[in-house]
């Protein structure tokens, strides 16, 4: 096995290098990954181009699959060969949340990507029980989409979204919102509505299940609002209070995406949400007990049955020497896209 690999290194905002680094080596407990493919979440948009991670230098990228190459000193729960998919977050399992099986909320946890090195690479160590095995019949592009359907469903089961409810899901053209129109038709939602600004996503949004797809908040009209359940994956500022406003009595808003800027609610809005005793939520992440939990694991059992579909919302496939130009032009929407998914065998050499 060669000593260097290939990988996307981030000094600084804007100052992403693609680079011959040492293959990391598993130490007792880890297992050496030898990446299969990463996708973009947005957080790396920001993470890269704006905000910066938690150190530096690092590699990004945390939406991931890959093959185990090696394992260290005392792992059993994985071998050489092994397909897995790859939860982002690694709990502490000692703060109080994690002692009581909310692995989202853990109070001192590592990351891939922005706190520990990621999957913009060829390989990556992390620790082996922490992996999530899938069935190789899996194809692995739908192993690394496993994390934003989990996101999607973590949201969800924070809802009481049953059989008959009218959900809306804003940013309904990107992953998370994609998986969430599906994840609501299998929940028995009698009618699912997609919102999402970039028209060019409305067939996807179609594709998923949604029974309509709109690109204008002004289209509702004609649809009606009193919805049951909305999920809001794009973090736009100003969709809150739009959706507070087609809200049904009782009605849950349920927050995934992540803004970046203050979020206004208006007077009018404020008022809706009190007289129609309607609740706004936040979800995080994706994990429960036993790790890294249910959404995880029915993720991949309906990824490889097909009752999740992902393989139309890829709109790019690419190597790691197209990660830093790709993303940044995503970052200043320069091109469309759904799901970007980047492979370290498509890397020209």
Known sequence: MAEKMTAVVMYGVDDIRLEQVDVPKPGSGEALLKIAAC??????LDRMYKKGPHKLPLITGHEFSAVVEEVGEGVTSVKAGD??????????????PCQQGHFSLCENYDYYGSRRHGAYAEYVCGPADLLLKVPDSLDLRAAAMVDPAAIALHAILRTKLTVGSRVAVTGGGGPI???????????????????DVTKEKIPLAKEAGADEA?????????????????????GARVVPDLAVSVLARHG????????????????????????????IMGSWNSFSA?????????????????????????T??????????????????????????????????
């Open 39 to 44: 996708g973009v979440c947005g957080s790396d």
């Open 83 to 96: 397909h897995v998919t790859v939860p982002p977050m690694l709990p502490c399992f000692k703060c109080g």
């Open 177 to 195: 919102g994609l998986f969430a129109i599906q994840w609501a038709r299998i929940m028995g939602a009698s009618q699912v509505v997609s919102i």
């Open 214 to 234: 709109v690109s204008d908040w002004k289209d509702l009209e004609d649809i009606g609002g009193g919805f049951d359940v909305i999920i809001e994956t794009s």
């Open 252 to 279: 849950e808003l349920v927050l995934i995406g992540i803004p970046n800027a203050d979020i206004t609610i208006s007077d009018s809005s404020w008022a809706r949400l009190m007289r129609l005793e309607a609740a």
């Open 290 to 314: 036993p790790f890294p939990g249910h959404e995880w694991r029915t993720a991949v059992e309906k990824l490889n049955s097909g009752d999740l579909k992902w393989e139309f919302m890829i």
């Open 316 to 349: 790019h496939e690419l190597g790691l020497d197209s990660v830093a130009e790709t993303i940044r032009r995503m970052y200043n929407r320069e091109i469309h896209s759904s799901k970007v998914i980047f492979m370290p065998e498509k890397t020209r050499q």
